[in-house]
């Protein structure tokens, strides 16, 4: 019965032109899907693609910066796209009227984003990049990839320049070790001289510290000294004021006298007249005349005190004035000595620890304050003495007063009252005599109204100098406290720079400790940066440097079985659609059951369609395959296996198809297209299958494509015989079961059909 199907195609010309477009269907199918997409990605450079550069540069550590410039650059002389270069403008209106399949911008800031590495907030750099996926998905997705490796290309240039900055800076860092290992050198020597400065200090400190308290015990005693003058200048001042008191009730009396004598002169005029009146009084009279010689004579008696006491005043006065200058003197000298002398023991230990002008500030410091105290002192002194001064020359009057005026007044007043003594008693010895007693009377009376006068006068002028000299002396005690209190202030600050000293020199020890640690300190500091600066000096940096630090990662593809290119990749797959569509095709020309004759059996039948279907098979993957190794040349790893594999496949194919058609029609072919639509998806012929859905992946092993897909990859690709054989075998099962189907369908149909006929 083949030969009769082979005949009777011979025969009918559509048919045979129909069978041979038939055996074409693979080739074309598979032959064309894959010489149309045999290396798509090595005609990239077609691919029009707008580039946007709005880069305006920076400045970087001196050099001038242009990524997007030099990025733009490597484009056009990529090969991986069309790449070109337009205004934004343009490339917005070529993506809208699909002139470029995709847009990359380079912003302004992109080469200003790259100095900001070290800055808080490190900008990074951006690039926009826009594509049209409605005009080609796959476009839009081979442009994602492509951005990777710019992006890639860009991050490997700016880490290289950011390296290169990085290895100058560490150079630079090492030079700086060097130089600051040198200078801790110094700071090591000077830290030396500061140990053995403190050591020198903390020995003078505590020598001030034991001489201010020499000091502040001298100024002690000056104080109380001082007090002691005060206290004498006071003692003065309280005398001369009871003096001055007495002064002013002897005035007094001098004037109610002299007012006595006066009323006495009057009334010796008229004494004559009132002789017999008096005569009674007389013994009152004498007694009164008596008592006021006594009286004077007494007060004679004590004038010479009186001028020997204010010329002792006034010696005073002078051997204090004059011991004033001395003192003042001697205190300026022992005030100035100790502060020369503690200045010159502080001077070797100052110059250590501060500067010259800092010393010469401070002596000038000390030097005004000095001023300013003999200032103090001097202006005490001088109170002082200008009050010993009023002292002496009022004492020197009154000595005067009382040493030449007084004694003769006196002298006249008690022989004045001598001879009223005298006539009071001639008056009272006789009458006789009165008239020439009064007259007597009456010119000894006018004698001590004129003595009294000078008494009086001599009075006042005692007690005006008497109150200069109190003045003087109260200028004197006041002086003495100002004194006094100076003093007391000095022995205070003394003792303040006693307690000063004792601190300092405390706190030198503490110096000297530190500057000890100091030194150790330096020494420590002067081996780590002479180790830095070595390990820094070490550092080698070149163009393959930059380059590590800039790709430290290089990633070496090694492809257990290498895939040349995407056709080589999909032809399994094509190959298999191919052939699986072939077999569809020919159900529907060639007749699946109708025969040129009556068969002499069911078996007969079935070989005679079965053997048409196997050989168009052979001659479809025949086609297919020469057309993929001769044309396409496509790379296998066994060219026999390769072509006996795609007879195994067709084979599996053409029996499952007609297996479908002939027992079920049109509704086998139905059920062959969602068989077909099922390998499409869940066969693994594009994406792996963990990538498509669950329930798809349970199809899987029953699909036959499934398995010619992996035995064909064996075969092209991977060389592992044993796994296409395995996937091989799988696919003979499926035929096998196919033709055992079909073969028992025939048998059925030809004793249902047949049967009939040859029993009549």
């Known amino acids: 019965m083949f030969w009769k199907e082979i005949k009777e195609i011979g025969q009918n010309r559509m048919l045979r032109i129909s069978i041979i477009a038939i055996m074409l269907i693979p080739l074309l199918y598979s032959g064309i ?82 100095t900001t590495l070290m800055d808080a907030k490190p ?38 320049t950011y390296a290169k900055s990085m290895f100058d800076a560490v150079k630079k860092m090492g030079d700086g070790y060097t130089e600051a290992g040198k200078g801790a050198e110094k700071l ?75 009323q006495l002169a009057a009334g010796s005029a008229s004494l004559k007249d009132g002789l017999a009146s008096a ?43 004059a011991g004033m200058d001395q003192f003042e003197a001697r205190l300026k000298s022992q005030i100035s000595a100790a502060q020369k002398a503690q200045m010159d023991e502080l001077l070797p230990v100052l110059s250590q620890v ?19 105290l003999n200032e103090g002192i001097s202006a005490g002194v001088d109170e002082l003495q200008s009050g010993s001064s009023q002292i002496g020359s009022g004492a020197r009057e009154l000595n005067k007063s009382v040493s030449q005026t007084m004694p003769g007044k006196l002298d006249e007043l008690s022989a004045g009252l001598g001879e009223i003594q005298k006539g009071q008693q001639q008056l009272q010895a006789g009458l006789g005599n009165l008239q020439s007693g009064a007259a007597t009377l009456n010119e000894g009376t006018k004698n001590l109204q004129s003595g009294s006068g000078t008494f009086v006068t001599g009075l006042n002028t005692l007690t005006e100098k008497t109150a200069e000299a109190k003045s003087g002396a109260d200028t004197v005690a006041k002086g003495a406290g100002d004194l006094s209190t100076g003093l007391s202030e000095l022995a205070g600050g003394s003792h303040q720079l006693s307690d000063g000293a004792g601190k300092l020199a405390d706190g030198s020890a503490e110096l000297a400790k530190g ?60 190959l298999s659609l191919g052939l699986f569509v072939g077999a569809i095709m020919l159900t529907i020309i060639f007749p699946l059951k109708e025969v040129p004759e009556q068969p002499k059996s069911g078996l007969a039948w079935f070989r005679g369609k079965l053997g048409i279907f196997l050989l168009v098979g052979a001659c479809q993957a025949a086609a297919a395959s020469i057309f993929l190794l001769g044309v396409l040349h496509l790379h296998v790893q066994s060219v026999p296996r390769f072509f006996i594999l795609a007879f195994i496949t067709s084979a599996a194919f053409m029996t499952l198809i007609q297996m479908l058609t002939t027992i079920l029609g049109n509704p086998g072919r139905f059920v062959a297209v969602l068989i077909l639509i099922s390998q499409l998806t869940a066969s693994g012929g594009t994406f ?73």
């Open 33 to 114: 899907f894959l010489w149309a997409f045999w290396d798509p990605y090595g005609h990239l450079d077609q691919l029009p693609v707008a580039v946007v550069n709005n880069d305006k540069g920076a400045d970087y550590e001196g050099e001038s910066l242009h990524i997007g410039d030099d990025l733009e650059k490597e484009l056009q002389k990529s090969n991986d796209f069309d790449f070109r270069i337009v205004t934004k403008k343009e490339a917005l209106d070529g993506l809208k009227q699909q002139e470029y399949y995709m847009m990359i911008e380079i912003p302004e800031s992109f080469s200003q984003n790259a």
């Open 123 to 160: 900008e990074k750099l951006e690039l926009i990049y826009t594509s049209n996926e409605s005009y080609n998905f796959v476009s839009s997705q081979i442009g994602q990839s492509a951005m990777k490796e710019i992006r890639a290309s860009i991050q490997k240039d700016v880490t290289k």
């Open 188 to 262: 090591d020597e000077g830290a030396l001289n500061i140990t053995k400065g403190t050591n020198e200090l903390k020995k003078n400190l505590a020598d001030l510290a034991n001489n201010s308290v020499s000091f502040a015990s001298g100024v002690d005693k000056a104080t109380e000294g001082s007090k002691q003058v005060a206290s004498g200048a006071a003692s003065l001042s309280s005398g001369l004021s009871q003096l001055a008191d007495g002064q002013a009730k002897l005035a007094d009396g001098g004037q109610n006298l002299q007012a006595g004598i006066d």
């Open 279 to 321: 005569n009674g009084s007389m013994p009152k009279l004498i007694d009164g005349t008596a008592a006021a010689k006594s009286g004077v004579d007494q007060f004679r008696e004590q004038v010479p005190a009186l001028a020997d006491g204010a010329a002792s005043l006034a010696s005073g006065a002078d051997e204090l004035n």
């Open 354 to 372: 501060m500067t010259e002008e800092q010393i010469a500030a401070t002596q000038t410091k000390m030097a005004a304050q000095q001023e300013k």
């Open 515 to 574: 500057s000890a640690d100091l030194e150790q300190g330096t020494k420590k500091l002067e081996a780590e940066l002479s180790k830095a600066a070595g390990e820094a000096g070490d550092v080698k940096a070149d163009d393959d440097t930059y380059n590590m630090m800039a790709e430290p990662v290089q990633v070496e593809k090694e492809s257990l079985h290498k895939v040349p290119n995407y056709g080589t990749g999909m032809a399994p797959y094509m």
């Open 688 to 760: 792996p299958l963990e990538l498509i859905p669950k329930a798809l992946q349970h199809l899987t092993s029953f699909l036959p494509m499934a398995y010619s897909i992996n035995a064909f990859r064996a075969v092209i690709s991977s060389g592992d015989y044993t796994f296409m054989w395995q996937n091989a075998a799988v696919l003979i099962g499926f035929t096998l079961f196919n033709i055992t189907v079909t073969a028992l369908y025939f048998r059925g149909q030809y004793k249902k059909q047949y049967g009939r006929l040859e029993a009549a």
